[in-house]
């Protein structure tokens, strides 16, 4: 069974840079998409980014200036950055496994439990 | 950018089918899965490519996708289904989009 674990500080002050790490266990990153999400308290969820294990990215057009998302196979690892964060970036962040399927299409199977990042100073 | 619009709530009673929709431009060209939420827990995948199931999810999950409406359907509500569920599609320039989500209440 796979397991998806976040982790990264809680407390980010605006205009510095969000990081977070996601770990991967009970299966291998390789041959897999592998993605953010993120939920604001009481809304929705807003996709950020995915990257496939051999490092190919594809980022939210809104988000794209401020993300840079990773990838650490030998750590079983990706990770996303988020620079000159606001009040506004404060959210549950998601990280997530990747299934893509044909036509092409997208969805995510497995999920993290989320982690809460506050951005405030 | 690709848009897809969801009611914010439905209701339903125990043991009634609820009817959840998903709109977007064409959307039936584009497969579209679902995700059930509940409160402090992370998402689960509740249907994919349009109608199918994953393993562990009840039968009284389906969906269906055509024009531009796409649809998950809940036979036989029951109390534990009572969460917020997001559509989510794949589109060549906004790539992953989701829907507002809907709030389902069993009443």
């Known amino acids: 069974q796979v397991q998806l674990q976040e982790s990264g500080p809680g407390l980010v002050k605006p205009s510095e840079t969000l990081s977070l790490t996601c770990t991967v266990s009970?299966?291998?990153?390789?041959?897999?998409?592998w993605s953010w999400i993120r939920q604001p308290p009481g809304k929705g969820l807003e996709w950020i980014a995915y990257?496939?294990?051999?490092?190919?990215?594809n980022y939210n057009p809104s988000l794209k200036s401020r993300v840079t998302i990773s990838v650490d196979t030998s750590k079983n690892q990706f990770s996303l950055k988020l620079r000159s964060v606001t009040a506004a970036d404060t959210a549950v962040y998601y990280c997530?496994?990747?299934?893509?399927?044909?036509?092409?299409?997208?969805?995510?199977?497995?999920w993290g439990q989320g982690t809460l990042v506050t951005v405030s100073s | 950018s690709y848009e897809l619009t969801q009611p914010p709530s439905v209701s339903v009673s125990p043991g009634q089918t609820a009817s959840i929709t998903c709109s977007g431009d064409?959307?039936?060209?584009?497969?579209v899965c679902w995700y059930q939420q509940k409160p402090g827990q992370s998402p689960v995948l509740v249907i994919y490519?349009?109608?199918k199931r994953p393993s562990g999810i009840p039968e009284r999950f389906s969906g269906s996708n055509s024009g531009n409406t796409a649809t998950l359907t809940i036979s036989g509500t029951q109390a534990m289904d009572e969460a917020d569920y997001y559509c989510?599609?794949?589109?060549?320039?906004?790539?992953?989009?989701f829907g507002g989500g809907t709030k389902l209440t069993v009443l």
């Open positions: 997530a496994r990747v299934v893509r399927g044909s036509s092409p299409t997208y969805y995510f199977d497995y």
């Open positions: 009970g299966g291998s990153i390789s041959n897999y998409y």
């Open positions: 990257i496939y294990y051999s490092g190919s990215t």
């Open positions: 064409k959307l039936g060209d584009k497969y």
């Open positions: 490519q349009d109608s």
């Open positions: 989510q599609a794949w589109d060549s320039i906004t790539y992953v989009v």
